[in-house]
């Protein structure tokens, strides 16, 4: 199972970036999808998460109202679309996998990571 995100970048505060992971070799469908973030000197955080069947999601309170998490099965793919971006959300951001359809379990399988700087 390998995932690989796409999307970070240097963005303004109160800018947009939009956040992909593509799983390469295995679809997606079976999977639910986390992305995780973690900044330098602090703990990982655990952002949002989808399910796979019901697309049901989950957000950190840090980010709810901000990001929305999305899924395109024809794609194969899991997008995260943060808004209202702020110094605070900077962090390598890695999407990961539990071994499951449902959020909240452990996550077993993780991608190399995007980093996303918001700075002025």
């Known amino acids: 199972v390998q995932l690989v995100e796409s999307g970070g970048g240097l963005v303004q505060p109160g800018g947009s970036l939009n956040l992909s992971c593509v799983a390469s070799?295995?679809?997606?469908?079976?999977?639910?999808i986390g992305w995780v973030r973690q900044a330098p000197g602090k703990e990982r955080e655990g952002v949002s998460c989808?399910?796979?069947?019901?697309?049901?999601?989950y957000y950190a309170d840090s980010v709810k109202g901000r990001f929305t998490i999305s899924r395109d099965y024809a794609k194969n793919t899991v997008y995260l679309l943060m808004n209202s971006l702020k110094p605070e959300d900077s962090a390598v951001y890695y999407c990961?996998?539990?071994?499951?359809?449902?959020?909240?379990?452990?996550?077993?399988?993780w991608g190399q990571g995007t980093q996303v700087t918001v700075s002025s």
């Open positions: 990961a996998a539990p071994n499951g359809y449902w959020c909240g379990y452990e996550y077993d399988y």
């Open positions: 070799e295995f679809t997606l469908d079976y999977y639910a």
């Open positions: 989808i399910s796979s069947g019901d697309d049901s999601t």
